[in-house]
């Protein structure tokens, strides 16, 4: 666990201007909504 978190700023991240990482955001938002059960809806 250490060595992951020693790496995380390097590897992973989020910049919510760029494109990309929106797309990814709202991919993300459209699985959950998929997974979860309706009465979540809405509080995504």
């Known amino acids: 666990m250490i060595v992951l978190l ?3 700023d390097t590897v992973i ?3 919510p ?5 929106q797309v990814e ?3 993300a938002k459209k699985w959950v909504e ?3 059960w309706v009465a ?4 995504l």
């Open 6 to 8: 020693q790496h995380h």
């Open 13 to 15: 991240n989020f910049d």
């Open 17 to 21: 201007l760029y494109h990309d990482d």
């Open 25 to 27: 955001r709202e991919k």
């Open 34 to 36: 998929e997974q979860a």
């Open 40 to 43: 979540w809806r809405g509080f």
